[in-house]
Nanobody
Framework: QVQLVESGGGLAQAGGSLRLSCAASGRPFSRWVAGWFRQAPGKDREFVATISWTGTGTYYADSVKGRFTISRDNAKNTLYLQMNSLKPEDTAVYYC???????????????????WGQGTQVTVSS
């Protein structure tokens, strides 16, 4: 098992930046493919980005490609999401998620992930 705790959310202006972190505990973080999802009010939880267990492979939703960067530090058991050029439509609760590692990492459906954090709120003002 792995426990996930997000931090770093808050209020930002459009065009600004925020960096989210997700601290993992339990089994070694390197055993897990990890990802970020988000859920806006009244909407379903949607995929944002995922990263391979080595950190060398990444995959993004079209809506964030070129603006967001996912990364991980297995030695620190931490997942990151650097968010630049923020837009009001990025406002949502952001969740980190993990699943057992396989030969792939392009998992973009929430049903493919086993473990979830509690979420951190990101609000972008116009």
């Amino acid at each position: 098992q792995v426990q996930l705790v997000e931090s770093g959310g808050g209020l930002a202006q459009a065009g600004g930046s925020l960096r989210l972190s997700c601290a993992a505990s339990g089994r070694p973080f390197s055993r897990w493919v990890a990802g970020w999802f988000r859920q806006a009010p009244g909407k379903d939880r949607e995929f944002v980005a995922t990263i391979s267990w080595t950190g060398t492979g990444t995959y993004y939703a079209d809506s964030v490609k070129g603006r967001f960067t996912i990364s991980r530090d297995n030695a620190k058991n931490t997942l990151y999401l650097q968010m630049n050029s923020l837009k009001p439509e990025d406002t949502a609760v952001y969740y980190c998620a993990a699943r057992a590692r396989t030969g792939s990492y392009a998992y973009d459906r929430k049903s493919e992930y086993e473990y979830w954090g509690q979420g951190t709120q990101v609000t972008v003002s116009s």
